[in-house]
């Protein structure tokens, strides 16, 4: 676009030695015929009084000032200092860098990776654009084909390996020949420059700068000669006028179609209907998601040290859901009172465990008809045996600190048994039936202690086998449950159920109570009692699990936790799974499995390895710096920053704010 622009005009003194302009450069008006695009991360505002460009405010009795005086009031800076390599504008110090080759291919957000680390987030990009003629451009085009051509035979002729690089120009120049003379397509002469600001002339991150936009790919060349930063500056500030490319020669070729594939030069944000996770921490633009729309399920980890605000992202997560989808089941199993807060703030039912409420660990609901329509290969029956027997297998190995071993087809045995006699059999149509208990376990066992030949157990040795193991099974099993037993009330009915939006299984007191093993235990028990009722709603649910590591480090539940991760979409339940570490996903093949269902991924701040980050997420090395770098949740900042994965998305940089109604609400700081 061509416009009328005033710019600063050019000091003609010599540039031999450093000087200091102690008043604004005067400006003049010049046409320039030049597209100029500049994008700041840092905004500059007038009452920002580390800003270089200064704004001159008019007194009631001064006289109305030139249009030119007004004007350069607002582009020119105060003051200019200039030095080989940089120069000083106002109170802020400035280094340009031009990029003297582009990438093939730009691809979008090519050069994010700029605004994705602390050294180089203070830098703007100057894009200049000329659009050139195209039919000139043809003849050019035709005469450097006949060069290279020429050029080309004579190498080849030769047996020169040079011959392969004219070769590629050749067909480049074909193909952008080919483009121009055939298509609507224009071509333009395009100049960019990275200009890096900072306070301290120290402090200008013009290394990292470099590197970050040769990863681009980019090929960055600092400004040359060294006195030329006032042209740079110049070229940088957005009046339109390409002071450097008279000195640098600094455009570049480029096609319409492969200028539009560099923007945005930072990655667009996410959005679709759902609830806003944060801002995009490149551009402040929301990322709004709803996890039931996901294709690879619905699970979602959150990791992150103490402090970094991953239960603050959480707890809004939920309030937000409450009010997006009013209908949505939410459930928290918490055994550190972290979510009293946010039960409180949306009327939930709190559920004290332990005591004398009951909790089956044996109970099989039904699953609802149209879920097994649509998945013909769900057996709920073997999961139910599985999940039994993986219960009391952390039961055994942990509480009575005797494992299983040889014992466990014995127990295997009773439990069928204990089902059938209750109606249950493999069939779905039976799971209606009121599930057994540990109590109705310990009689088969008893009756197998009895009468082994009852069980199908015909020679003497194998009936001395089952009375042998029944006898040892009782000896463990009797005293936690009998009536007056540390697990009593496990060997009862359940009494709660999902007649509540918003439920909060507390083990607050549980954990104080019985210790980290027993804890471990419970949280597996009020687990498998959260998904047997998933599948009985037709709501959607968000099942939150926090201090996940009591269920990860648990080996022998990951079996039935990855198998119910798996199926949960199926129920239409989203488990959310929180946790201090990344490394409890990768103790064990089945914990990474777990890790990689889930759909999403919200990393804060965490002390692991960047190598351990990278190889365990799959992550960049830009990603991974993001994430070491990331800020912990305070009340000054007023944000938590984040990295969200999304499944077949990608990762996206986020920082967590809440409203003044929210933090009201939630009654919490980021840093919970």
């Known amino acids: 676009m061509s416009s009328d622009i005033e710019h600063a005009k050019e000091d003609n003194r010599s540039q031999e030695q450093p000087e200091t302009d102690a008043e604004a450069q005067s400006v003049e008006q010049e046409t320039a015929d030049a597209e100029t695009t500049d994008h700041s991360t840092e905004p500059e505002t007038d009452t920002d009084d580390t800003a270089p460009f200064s704004v001159t405010h008019e ?44 990438a093939d291919a730009p691809a979008d957000g090519l050069l994010e990776a700029l605004y994705s680390t602390g050294e180089t987030r203070k830098t703007d990009i100057s894009m200049h654009l000329d659009p050139r003629d195209t039919q000139s451009t043809l003849d050019s085009l035709e005469n450097q084909l006949e ?17 392969r690089g004219i070769q590629k120009d050749l067909e480049d120049h074909r193909e952008l020949y080919d483009v121009l003379r055939n298509t609507s397509m224009r071509a333009f002469d395009v100049s960019m420059y990275l200009t890096t600001g900072a306070t301290e002339r120290e402090n200008l991150e ?15 060349t600092p400004v040359t000669p060294r006195w030329a930063q006032t042209d740079s500056l110049i070229s940088a500030s957005p009046i339109g006028v390409d002071k450097l490319d008279e000195s640098l020669d600094a455009k570049t070729p480029m096609l319409a ?19 806003e996770y944060g801002t995009y921490a490149l551009n402040e633009s929301p990322l709004i998601l709803d996890r039931f729309n996901r294709e690879t399920g619905y699970c979602t980890m959150v990791i992150g040290q103490l402090g970094a605000g991953k239960s603050f992202s959480t707890k809004l997560q939920l309030l937000r859901r409450a009010m997006y989808d009013p209908e949505t089941l939410i459930v928290m199993l918490d055994p550190m009172e972290g979510f009293a807060g946010v039960n409180e703030a949306l009327g939930g039912e709190r559920i004290t465990v332990g005591g004398r409420r009951g909790f089956n660990p044996l109970e099989l609901q039904s699953t609802p008809q149209h879920v097994l329509d649509r998945v013909p290969d769900l057996d709920p029956w073997s999961e139910q045996i599985s999940w039994v027997l993986t219960f009391c297998d952390t039961f055994f190995t942990h509480v009575a600190n005797n494992p299983l071993g040889e014992r466990k087809q014995t127990l295997r045995r009773a439990v069928q048994e204990a089902y059938e006699r209750q109606g249950i059999e493999r069939d779905p149509k039976t799971h209606h039936h009121e599930s057994p ?26 009936q001395e086998s089952v009375r042998k193991d029944a006898q040892s099974l009782l000896t463990d099993l009797r005293p936690s449950f009998r009536p007056d037993g540390d697990l009593a009330n496990l060997a009862q009915p359940t009494e709660f159920d999902l007649d509540s939006k918003v439920l909060y299984l507390d083990l607050h007191q549980e954990e104080g109570a019985r210790g980290r093993t027993e804890t471990s235990l419970m949280m597996s028990v009020l687990f498998n009692a959260v998904y047997e009722r998933a599948k009985q709603t037709d709501k959607r ?5 926090d201090e996940a590591h009591y269920l990860m480090n648990d080996a022998t539940s990951l079996e039935f936790l990855e198998m119910a991760v798996r199926h949960s979409r199926h129920y239409d339940l989203s488990l959310h799974f929180i946790t201090q570490t990344g490394g409890e996903f990768t ?13 999403m991924t919200l990393i804060h701040r965490v002390n692991e390895e960047a190598e351990k980050l990278a190889e365990w997420f799959g992550l960049s090395e830009r990603e991974v710096n993001w994430v070491r770098t990331a800020k912990a949740g305070n009340d000054e900042d007023g944000f938590s920053e984040a990295l969200l994965g999304i499944d077949e998305e990608g990762w996206f940089p986020l920082r967590v704010r809440a409203s003044g109604f929210e933090k009201r609400m939630l009654g919490s700081s980021p840093d919970s």
Request: glycine share 6%; hydrophobic share 40%; with cysteine.
């Open 206 to 220: 013009t290394d990292a700068v470099r590197k970050a936009a040769r990863r681009a790919p980019a090929n960055l």
């Open 59 to 102: 007194t009631p009795n001064s006289p109305l000032q030139e249009e030119s005086d007004v004007h350069s009031s607002i582009i020119a800076p105060s003051a200019i200092e200039k030095t080989p390599g940089a120069i000083r504008a106002g109170n802020r110090w400035l280094q340009t860098q031009w990029i003297g080759e582009f």
């Open 257 to 275: 179609g492969a200028v539009g594939a560099m923007f945005p030069f930072v990655s667009g944000s996410f959005a679709e209907p759902g609830v």
């Open 437 to 462: 208990t540990i109590r109705d376990v310990i009689a088969v066992l008893e009756d197998m202690l009895d009468d082994p030949v009852a069980f199908g157990y015909p020679t003497a040795s194998e």
């Open 147 to 163: 060069d290279l051509e020429a050029e080309f035979e004579y190498l080849s002729e030769k047996h020169r390996a040079s011959a």
């Open 541 to 545: 649910v968000v099942f939150v699990i």
């Open 587 to 599: 103790l064990t093949p089945q914990a990474q499995t777990i890790s990689n269902l889930c759909s």
